[in-house]
């Protein structure tokens, strides 16, 4: 036999593997999947993040040390705050945006809350049909601290979890892709 001519006797063999079985190798699809699924959970940890949260724009954020000086708008990660776990899972890291600094006073009413002299969204008053602990009237950012908050409804941020130190942040985030 020629050894450069076309032999076609084992085409029909994978054509009639039943689709979605395994791979070569025996491995089933959905252990690859699964993987995949999993490293990239470990990279979105570290370096990248998606954000599936209404807070801010769904989307893709590249995750970058904390650097000082931090203004306002700057997207910080951070764990979940204690007085915040009965209404996030304390397993995913809050992404939110700093709406105050220290020095800034942050009031809020039953209209909305204000930081820096800028409208910061409505103030939520219950999650889940239990009262909120919420900031009432108006106070200063302290020093070594930041007030995040949200315009989105429904944001849990310091208007309920109370100030957060600085030294809390453990990334900034600057959005590569959002989609909302």
């Not at 690859?32 to 370096?47: F, I, Q």
């Not at 409505?122 to 999650?127: D, K, N």
Request: proline content about 12%; glycine content about 12%.
């Amino acid at each position: 036999m020629n050894p450069w001519a076309y032999d076609d006797t084992h085409a029909h063999v994978a054509r009639k593997r039943p689709a979605g079985t395994t791979w070569p190798g025996g491995r089933p699809r959905s252990s690859l999947v699964l993987g995949g699924l999993v490293l990239a959970a470990v990279v979105s940890t570290r370096w990248v993040r998606v954000n599936v949260s209404p807070s801010i724009p769904l989307g893709l954020y590249r995750l970058a040390a904390v650097a000082p000086p931090l203004a306002r708008g700057t997207l910080v990660v951070l764990p979940v705050p204690p007085a915040v776990q009965r209404w996030h899972s304390a397993w995913l890291p809050l992404l939110k945006p700093i709406a105050a600094l220290p020095g800034d006073l942050v009031c809020t009413s039953e209209a909305g809350r204000w930081s820096a002299g800028q409208a910061g969204g409505p103030v939520s008053l219950e999650a889940g049909g239990a009262p909120l602990p919420r900031l009432r009237g108006g106070v200063r950012v302290p020093a070594g601290a930041v007030f995040l908050g949200s315009p989105a409804p429904r944001s849990r941020d310091s208007q309920d979890g109370g100030m957060v130190p600085i030294t809390a942040s453990t990334a900034v985030a600057r959005p590569v892709g959002r989609w909302q």
